[in-house]
């Protein structure tokens, strides 16, 4: 990680962030006052005008590069806006960095975020008092852009507790309906605990490192002397960072949050709760790569953490009939991918898979958001059916969505989801060489790993490691299925056979205005091609071989450079994620690494097809069926439906748990501390009062009679003090 | 009859006028200034009411902008000559008042009581505009009240010399007990004993503890003294440190309150009128945290190391125990007092670890409680004032109703949440992460309990008589546990008060002003007027700007903190056998050996550039 | 050599004199009683006084023997005329039966 620092457009950062804090104070203080236009445009040209900047910046960064040993080398933009604290040789700058890896997060945020605020306008039109609507969601974006430009963990820190604080006003935007209150917060409490475990591993990487600074801490990291340092409170601090993004991320065992959370207003999920909020765990993780592979052992447990985290909320989402709760479990699920990924090692992939997600799950929230808005407010699937009729838009884009997320070939998830796949199959040089993360260099990294290739090759069956490796592809594969699955039965639900509407509902359906399907056709748009910037590495590598082509790209072994675009995004990271680029390790990994590429592809996009496949059959086809099938599994059925029972146990246990501590404290309070102790002590002085008090009877001679026999006391101790 | 508030409006602009630091005596005017208002206020007969209110509050109002000139004027950049603890600037005297006692008329201000000063004079308008609506009864009692509160309480910041410190400590005390034991709630007479009681056993085992140090003041350098700098110059024994510390501590304990001695908080709180609240909360618990700084720790520096992991293990408990209390409290103002104890447990901890960052975090847990907690005391009265009930059940769907109140509030909640951007984070993220890192936090030096040992003096005029007098049972002995860990432990069981935090008071903000507006009183409230917008809206953009810039705050008290840990680093280290170095390699990262305070190399760079104004400003007035 | 008293001689008598007062004055309950004892007690006293002086050639201890004798004249006068009220309202000087006072 190199950094060179251009001067030139470092104010850009301060101003991407500021616009967003604008809009939310002027709407916030003056929103009430202004037309509902002015409140519109206020919200949405905040963001867009950081969305502007969030370009020109981007592009100052691609104009930076310039070629370094292993490729161009982007550097980064910092922009040093004020110092923050200062308390005894600590210094903490409010500072923004700008490389390759916040400018993915930077461009999802803007312009997904731009898209959103355009489809609020439209969403929002019935409600009164949508200045505060507008306000919160810029000041969320504020909060979000601090989270991924903060230059150190504190910085960062301020966003990600920020981006909590607005998802609980968000949450909690109809806050009349005491149930939106309560999820709200819910939300933030549970993120508060995440937060809490964050604040624990920041504790620790300052006691050792002394810097909250991710540069530092990345040099701190991967310097030898400083490293052995590191070593003893690298895994509770990253295990600690870890269950702070878990909380965010919505993961086991903090998930609970993200399905109530769906309260909130349509868009609010989509950009909260969807596209960019709950990745930052993820993104986190990428930014303390250097950390989470520090020791095998994190990993293993991130990757095990993701994969479960994946496939449980799969067969949640199942069974759900919200159309929002099936989504919300799906971005859980589809987080748990990023996780796994990360888990691995494979950070690239990870943030492949988040901006993926972002733009196709942004896609399928609109779409529900544009469906609840034509059904006047219900969410039931069992409700809807056959809306593509009246829909047509919504009903086209929502598709797309649903084969991006399912991995269809050529969609967006497709390239993200099977890069996962493959590096969760491959990736054993960064969980089972402990010497791989200390060693940050290229070099020492191949000589590092090289006994690993010679010895066993990409997957060696035998190892415990890759036990575990092709525990995270099976499980990973198995869920890609049940994805396909679950969302398929929503499309088919609410958009196919027969309308289930009551009359009156069907009367008032009708497509969303332009301002809500524009944003959802942008989407789409993105949703088919935004993947197209990491094909599998097949395609590049592997088919110009096989067709006799060859030639010296960045990533050496015979690709053609002109086919590096298909790499584009692996390139655009591959300084922040020296460790892990797949272009670069995997054709040190067997001899036939893109042959296996070929075949994990084929068998997700199989696996895929065949749940599209089910859920034609069970939710088309047969629309008796699934009832049946519940009815024979009911005991099953019902443990889904209830979502494992997470919620109930967590609510006995820990909430009504600390309550009745609370409680039981309180009366030992008033009873033991202030009864017993304290009044009990002025009680006490009472009755030792109302004894001596007889002493004291006004009766002269019986004073006369204490003095002389105090007078005597007085004698007999001076007689025989030595004796005291 | 002249108008009074006349007078005094020309009084404290000539103040705020006057030129030079040097020439002018600011801290005595800021701490007697109210006493100007207390005469006026006698001249006003009582029905008059509005002219006493706008006469107390023109007043206050007067100091606070006289204390701004306390604030351009302190120089962040003087740091204590060697042999003193703190450098004081702009002091008034010392003028002898008793000689023959050796007591001095000494006032001062440095890094650490230069905020609290600020803190009391910036609450002192805004409690006192609060009252125009809450208080009609005895107004003109309840004025002089508030007035005399704030010279007892301003004084005893400021004050150098112990017995003045003390005079001013009582002071404190009367016009407390009378605001809360008249203008309070029902019970008010009960709550008003045990908070006078309470705080008057600690201040007298104080006062004990004073004459003890200063009996030993005599000897060499003539006659006695009751000079904090004599105090802290007589070399006491290890033995006379620890009995003297536990006196000063109990009666800091008390004020602050730390978990077992802060049952009197909660009574008092909801028994006392809004304005007594604000104040309690936010300067008179800080007097606790105050003391324990300049007085507690430094004299007794020895002590201190015995002592501070249990001050640690009951501070971590306070946090907990306070924030646990308050989710289980239906009514809103217990709810508040219990956080308080939550947050000056953080405050304690941050200040015993010995850190840069905790002791700068535990002055700014100080302020920021002070602001925030002040503020949702204000809100609490916003909403009694109009419903006439602390009870949570009785509200719901406020926010509705009151829309500019609820944003307020909500921002004073967060704030006192602890989240980023506004004050409660910083301080206690710096409490924490010093805390964290401390080496002070060890038990080292057992305590002991048993008699003997502490009691026989001959054999515990050194160190090794009662430092190792016999190991407790149960604590780790050495080996088990790193001393590190010991206070990341500490710092980590702390941190949850953030989450528990964020439990009580959104679950009371949700069943206050979330929810549907199903009570047929809270249909039609008011929002809030034009005055209550006034004194909300400072606390407000005050939690605003500690949060968005608390360098401003930080940068002005850290030589003084940083002059501290040097005093308490020699002390510490001064007869204590260096303890081996734990293991290390490279003898550059090999971490302090235990039991040490921490002191961070200062930085140039943190030294603001110039003062709060302009310099050319500044050179205008210096002409004037 | 015929036998001299010595200081002690005098003190001692002085000591019981004055323990009998002593005793006097918390066991009886009459007044006048109470009285004499009180002034069996202020004579033992000077006769302290008095020997001290005699005992150091300094008339001090003389000047307060007179003092204490000024003082147990108005005293007793003052006291008389009390006890002689007290008798007329209540037939008794027994002073525990004077409890006006204390009500």
New interface residues.
């Given amino acids: 990680m190199e950094h060179i620092v251009s001067v030139q457009f470092d104010y850009y950062l301060g101003l991407i962030v500021l616009f967003p804090l604008l809009g939310a104070i002027i709407n916030g203080v003056a929103g009430p006052k202004l037309p509902r236009r002015f409140v519109h445009w206020i919200g949405c040209s905040a963001i867009g005008l950081s969305f502007v900047f969030t370009a020109l910046s981007v592009h100052g960064l691609y104009l930076n590069a310039h070629e370094g040993d292993h490729g161009p080398v982007y550097g980064s933009i910092v922009y040093d806006a004020y110092q923050w604290i200062y308390s005894g040789g600590m210094e903490l700058d409010i500072a923004f960095i700008l490389d390759p890896l916040s400018a993915v997060m930077l461009l999802v945020i803007t312009g997904v975020g731009l898209l959103i605020h355009i489809y609020s306008v439209g969403y929002m039109k019935e409600e009164s008092g949508v200045w505060r609507y507008f306000c919160y969601l810029n000041l969320f974006c504020f909060a979000m852009l601090m989270l991924v430009l903060g230059k150190n963990m504190l910085v960062t820190f301020i966003g990600w507790e920020g981006v909590g604080l607005c998802s609980y006003l968000l949450i909690g935007y109809w806050y009349e309906d005491d149930s939106n209150a309560i999820a709200g917060q819910k939300a933030f409490i549970v993120n508060r605990v995440g937060d809490f475990a964050f604040l624990g591993g920041l504790f620790l990487l300052f006691y050792q490192a002394g810097t909250f600074d991710y540069v530092e801490l990345y040099q701190y990291a991967t310097t030898a002397e400083t490293a052995r340092l590191l070593a003893p409170v690298a895994l509770p601090a990253a295990i600690l960072i870890f269950i702070g993004c878990t909380g965010k991320s919505a993961q086991i065992p903090l998930y609970t949050w993200l399905p109530d959370a769906m309260a909130g207003p349509t868009p609010v999920s989509a950009l909260i709760h969807a596209a960019t909020m709950v990745t930052a765990g993820v993104f986190l993780i990428a930014r303390l790569h250097f950390l989470f592979t520090f020791n095998p052992t994190i990993g293993y447990v991130v990757a095990t953490i993701g994969t479960l985290t994946a496939f449980f909320a799969a067969t949640i989402a199942v069974v759900q009939n919200d159309i929002k709760k099936v989504l919300a479990y799906s971005t859980i699920s589809q987080l748990g991918y990023m996780f796994m990924a990360v888990g691995v090692g494979a950070f690239t992939a990870g943030i492949f898979h988040l901006m993926t997600h972002a733009f196709f799950k942004a896609l399928l929230f609109l779409g529900s958001g544009s469906v609840i808005h034509a059904m006047g407010g219900t969410q039931d699937i069992r409700e809807m059916g056959g809306l593509k009729e009246w829909m047509p838009y919504t009903e086209k884009t929502f598709l797309i969505a649903c084969l991006a997320i399912s991995g269809f070939p050529l969609f967006a998830g497709f390239f993200s989801k099977d890069l996962i796949l493959w590096n969760a199959l491959t990736n054993v040089h960064i969980l089972s060489v402990p010497e791989a993360a200390s060693s940050a260099t290229i070099a020492t990294l191949i000589n590092s790993t090289s006994p690993v290739i010679e010895s066993g090759g990409a997957v060696d069956v035998t190892t415990w490691a890759s036990a575990f490796h092709w525990g995270f592809y099976l499980m990973g594969v198995l869920t890609a299925g049940l994805t396909a699955f679950y969302m398929f039965r929503l499309y088919f639900l609410t958009f196919r056979g027969e309308c289930r509407a009551d009359e009156e509902t069907r009367e008032h359906l009708h497509e969303s205005p332009p301002s809500m399907t524009l944003p959802l056709c942008a989407l789409a748009f993105l949703s088919l091609f935004g993947g197209w910037t990491g094909w599998p590495h097949f395609i590049p590598k592997g088919v110009p071989k096989w067709l006799g082509f060859g030639g010296h790209g960045h990533g050496g072994h015979g690709a053609p450079e002109y086919l590096d675009w298909m790499l584009g995004f692996e390139h655009w990271l591959d300084e922040a994620f020296v460790l892990s680029t797949s272009h670069r390790f995997a054709p040190l990994f067997g001899s036939h690494p893109y042959t296996q590429e070929l075949i994990a592809t084929s068998v997700s996009v199989a696996v895929a097809l065949s749940g599209i496949g089910a859920a034609w059959a069970i939710y088309l086809k047969n629309p008796g069926l699934p009832k049946e099938i519940a009815d024979s599994v009911r005991g099953l059925y019902d443990v889904l439906m209830n979502k494992y029972y997470v919620d109930e146990v967590y609510n006995r246990v820990f909430v009504q748990g600390s309550v009745k501590i609370g409680s039981f404290m309180h009366t030992f309070d008033e009873v033991v501390i202030d009864g017993v102790l304290v009044d009990g002590l002025a009680w006490f002085v009472e009755q030792l009062g109302k004894i001596l008090r007889h002493l004291q009877s006004?009766?002269?001679?019986r004073y006369?009679?204490y003095i002389?026999l105090g007078i005597v006391l007085f004698a007999l101790a001076i007689r025989y003090y030595q004796y005291f | 009859m002249a108008d009074p508030t006349a007078i005094l409006g020309t009084m404290t602009a000539l103040g705020a006028a006057l030129p030079s630091a040097s020439s002018f005596p600011w801290l005595t005017v800021i701490t007697f200034g109210p006493l100007i208002g207390i005469l006026a206020l006698m001249l006003i007969p009582r029905d008059q009411t509005d002219l006493l209110r706008n006469t107390a509050l023109l007043c206050t109002l007067g100091v606070f902008v006289v204390s701004l000139g306390v604030l351009v004027h302190f120089d962040p950049s003087v740091v204590a000559e060697s042999g003193q603890v703190f450098a004081f600037q702009l002091t008034d005297g010392p003028v002898e008042w008793i000689p023959a006692l050796g007591i001095h008329y000494y006032l001062g201000v440095d890094g650490i009581s230069l905020w609290l000063v600020l803190l009391t004079t910036f609450l002192g308008p805004i409690v006192i505009y609060s009252t125009y609506s809450s208080v009609d009864e005895h107004v003109k009692e309840y004025m002089i009240c508030l007035l005399f509160l704030q010279i007892g309480m301003v004084g005893a910041l400021v004050s150098l010399d112990v017995f003045l410190f003390y005079i001013f400590w009582e002071m404190m005390l009367i016009p407390m007990y009378l605001i809360i034991g008249v203008w309070g709630a029902d019970q008010r007479i009960y709550a008003a004993v045990k908070f006078f009681v309470y705080t008057i056993v600690g201040s007298l085992l104080m006062l004990i503890g004073i004459l003890y140090v200063y009996f030993e003041t005599g000897g060499a350098g003539g006659g006695y003294s009751f000079m904090f700098t004599d105090l802290a110059a007589v070399d006491l024994t290890y033995n006379e440190q620890f009995w003297l510390f536990a006196a000063f501590f109990l009666a800091f304990a008390i004020k602050v309150p730390l978990v077992p001695f802060h049952t009197w908080l909660p009574r008092a709180h909801v028994q006392a009128p809004t304005a007594g609240s604000v104040i309690l909360a936010g300067v008179l618990l800080k007097m606790g945290t105050y003391g324990m700084l300049r007085y507690a720790f430094p004299l007794f520096p020895r002590a201190l190391k015995t002592f501070a992991p249990y001050i640690a293990i009951v501070a971590t408990i306070g946090v907990v125990y306070g924030a646990l209390m308050a989710m289980v409290q239906d009514n809103i103002k217990r709810l508040v007092a219990y956080s308080s104890i939550s947050h000056l447990g953080f405050c304690v901890l941050g200040l015993i670890s010995m850190t840069p960052q905790g002791l700068a975090g535990g002055m700014y847990v100080m302020l920021a409680h002070g602001i925030s907690t002040g503020g949702l005391f204000l809100a609490v009265g916003i909403l009694y004032e109009r419903r006439h009930t602390k009870a949570i059940e009785a509200y719901g769907g406020v926010a509705k109703s009151m829309p500019i109140f609820s944003a307020m509030f909500m921002i004073v909640i967060f704030a006192s949440a602890g989240l980023p951007g506004l004050n409660g984070f910083v301080g206690e993220f710096l409490s924490l992460l010093g805390t964290a890192k401390s080496h002070f936090l060890w038990f080292d030096q057992p305590l002991v309990f048993a008699p003997e040992s502490v009691l026989d003096l001959s054999a515990t005029s050194g160190e090794g008589g009662i430092a190792f007098g016999g190991a407790m049972q149960g604590l780790p002995v050495d080996g088990q546990v790193t001393p590190e860990m010991t206070a990341y432990l500490f710092a980590l069981v702390a941190a949850t008060g953030v989450i528990w935090a964020a439990g009580y008071l959104l679950w009371m903000w949700r069943r206050v002003m979330f929810g549907p507006l199903d009570k047929e009183e809270n249909r039609n409230l008011s929002d809030l007027g034009v005055r209550e917008i006034l004194y909300m809206l400072p606390i407000v953009l005050m939690a605003l700007f500690m949060g968005v810039y608390p360098k401003f705050f930080l940068s002005r008290m850290d030589p003084t903190l940083n002059d501290f840990l040097q005093h308490m680093k020699t002390e510490v280290e001064r007869e204590i056998p260096k303890s081996e170095t734990t293991q290390g390699d490279d003898p550059e990262t090999v971490p302090p050996a235990r039991g040490t305070v921490i002191v961070e190399e200062p930085n140039d760079a943190w030294v603001p550039d110039r003062p709060m104004f302009d310099e050319d400003i500044r050179e205008a007035d210096d002409e004037e | 050599m015929s036998w001299q008293p010595t200081l002690a001689h005098y003190l001692i008598l002085a000591a019981g004199t004055f323990s009998i007062g002593?005793i006097g004055?918390?066991?009886r309950?009459n007044a006048l009683i109470l009285f004499m004892c009180i002034e069996l007690m202020l004579n033992s006293v000077n006769l302290t006084f008095i020997t001290f002086s005699q005992y150091r050639v300094d008339l001090d201890g003389q000047i307060f023997g007179f003092i204490v004798m000024a003082v147990a004249a108005a005293e007793a006068a003052v006291g008389l005329a009390i006890v002689l009220h007290i008798f007329r309202q209540n037939r008794s000087v027994n002073?525990?039966e004077v409890?006006e006072l204390?009500q």
Wanted: hydrophobic share 50%; net charge neutral; no cysteine.
């Fill in positions: 006004g009766n002269v001679q006369a009679t002389v | 002593l004055v918390m066991v309950r002073v525990d409890t204390q």
